[in-house]
């Protein structure tokens, strides 16, 4: 037996404070049955549960590592025909991605059916560190990597302090790769950081998300997260201040 809207939640409908909206309002069947109170526990294999009019399926929960090449969309579909991240994997279940990477980002996302798993990691109070290699136009001053390590304004804020490391320089081509490591989440916000100091981007890759990494993988590779790596996110997203 388990709450209503945890099931909810797992199906990948809504948050679970959403789903506890959606009974309080009415728009949640068991049975056939309108059911308005929290707490409520259900059968996830025998009871049928409506949202809104809508069956839900429960589905055994995956959770997948892929190592994301560039030009590939963070979606499930996409209206240009364009390549998704689900096209590299050949699984039953109707997972999606935790998250997004940029179309002209390559490295790690995760993919999972698992709705309150993706928005525990995907809440502002879960600092998950992300770490970038990028490569950018010039070679960039001390003092300019101290203001990404310090913070950048940008115009949705200033973001976080962040980890920087200059990996490499060539003078003779003009170009530097630099490891970033951030846990923030905004739109293109590496891009956007080196944007604003005058040395943009021309390649990016994400190596790591939290404890996992690309190790033995090429583009285009998926494995199976390991019920150890799920309990440790689902820790972190636990333990985590906010």
Do not use: C, W
Not at 3 to 28: D, M
């Amino acid at each position: 037996m388990e709450r209503l809207q945890k099931i909810i939640a797992q199906a990948g409908i809504a948050s679970r404070r959403k789903a506890e909206q959606l009974i309080i309002e009415g728009k949640v069947k068991v049975n056939g049955k309108v059911v308005r109170e929290l707490g409520v526990k259900v059968m996830p294999n025998k009871d049928e549960i409506e949202v809104e009019g809508v069956p839900i399926d429960r589905e055994e929960p995956v959770y997948y590592l892929l190592y994301k090449p560039s030009g590939v969309i963070s979606s499930v579909s996409d209206d240009k025909g364009r390549t998704v991240v689900t096209d590299y994997l050949e699984i039953e279940q109707r997972v999606f991605p935790v998250g997004r990477l940029d179309y002209d980002t390559s490295g790690l996302i995760l993919l999972t059916n698992d709705g309150e798993f993706a928005n525990m990691l995907m809440h502002p109070k879960f600092k998950v560190e992300k770490v970038y290699i990028a490569k950018v136009k010039g070679i960039p001053s001390r003092e300019k990597l101290r203001q990404l390590q310090n913070g950048i304004r940008l115009e949705d804020g200033m973001t976080a302090p962040a980890k920087v490391k200059m990996m490499s320089m060539d003078k003779k081509k003009q170009t530097s790769i630099i490891r970033l490591t951030i846990h923030e989440g905004r739109n293109r916000q590496v891009r956007r950081m080196f944007d604003a100091i005058d040395h943009p981007v021309m390649k990016l890759k994400r190596e790591e998300y939290s404890f996992l990494n690309l190790r033995g993988l090429n583009p285009g590779d998926a494995r199976a997260l390991k019920p150890i790596e799920v309990k440790h996110l689902r820790e972190l997203a636990v333990t985590k201040p906010s």
